[in-house]
């Protein structure tokens, strides 16, 4: 074992390049997404972003093309269904003949009351958040499957949300923030746990074919998602933080690439809270007058 160390590089060059990456991300125009996509573009790599609006989707690739050294395509897809995840997976295979990572990040939530939920919501939700999660990892198995050995193998990132493993009334009169008043983002939460819960059941399939499948649980980070509470409760959402801030692009960009990295290669069905402490602790401000410290 000491004569496997000594022969191994283990500098940070080594153990964190990012420049023969081919990475799509889901959703990737805006949000986490967004910042996901530049992490991977500003070390090196060639990433493909997708989403439903062309005009976010160009907008984004070229504020990352001019950030270099890597490169950002895009293609524009709807995950809604499974033709949606079919049809973007044709696509891809068009422009690259591999795939390193893939980031399964395209998700919605919505918020309505409890009493007076749509019906559509939970399916819009679930078929999001959920089912696309399947399809796109199924669709891009072939891609990802090139190169992959068990010491350098392919990713698949997953991103869920710790609404997934709290259970709390996510409501702006609760502690949540994220909706109106009496309203509530109900699907989410449930939504978020099955995309946690099919991680693992995908970690385990396809470990054995070099393929790692790990779930990032992010808190309170800025995004099309969370732009209402970020607006209207901003300190609601701060009180559970025990760092008094909530999370920023380098968070989230910093464990995307090193769950991409060498030094992830032996990590599968792993689930990672990126929320400073907040749901571990369960830590509440009670100096509710304080202001956010953004």
């Not at 923030?177 to 939460?189: A, I, R, V």
């Not at 693992?200 to 399939?205: E, F, H, M, R, V």
């Not at 995004?223 to 559970?240: E, N, Q």
Request: with cysteine; hydrophobic share 40%; glycine share 12%.
């Amino acid at each position: 074992m000491a004569h496997q160390a000594a022969t191994q590089n283990l500098t940070v060059p080594s153990l964190f390049n990012f420049s023969n990456h081919v990475a799509l991300v889901t959703g990737g125009a805006t949000g986490l997404g967004e910042m996901a996509a530049q992490a991977f573009v500003q070390n090196g790599s060639h990433v493909i972003i997708a989403s439903r609006k062309e005009s976010e989707l160009q907008k984004t690739s070229s504020r990352l093309n001019s950030l270099g050294p890597g490169k950002c395509d895009y293609i524009v897809a709807d995950l809604k269904d499974k033709a949606g995840c079919v049809h973007l997976c044709k696509e891809l295979k068009k422009k690259v003949e591999r795939l390193t990572v893939l980031v399964n990040n395209t998700g919605a939530t919505w918020g309505a009351d409890y009493y007076d939920f749509p019906e559509g919501a939970w399916d819009k939700i679930m078929g999001l958040n959920v089912k696309s999660v399947f399809y796109m990892t199924v669709g891009c198995e072939e891609l990802l499957l090139k190169g992959a050995t068990s010491d350098n193998p392919s990713r698949v990132i997953n991103i869920a949300s710790v609404a997934g493993i709290q259970t709390g009334d996510v409501t702006a009169g609760d502690e949540g923030g994220l909706s109106k008043p009496g309203e509530g983002t109900y699907p989410y939460g449930p939504s978020k746990a099955a995309c946690i819960h099919l991680t693992k059941i995908l970690a385990s399939k396809l470990a054995t074919k070099n393929i790692m499948v790990n779930v990032i649980c992010p808190g309170v980070f800025p995004s099309r998602m969370t732009s209402f509470g970020m607006d209207k409760y901003i300190d609601t959402l701060v009180a559970s933080q025990p760092t008094g801030r909530i999370g920023k692009p380098s968070d989230f960009g910093g464990v995307v690439l090193f769950l991409s990295s060498l030094a992830s290669a032996h990590m599968t069905g792993n689930v990672i809270e990126l929320d400073g402490g907040s749901t571990v602790s369960g830590w509440r401000r009670k100096d509710k007058g304080v202001k956010a410290n953004i």
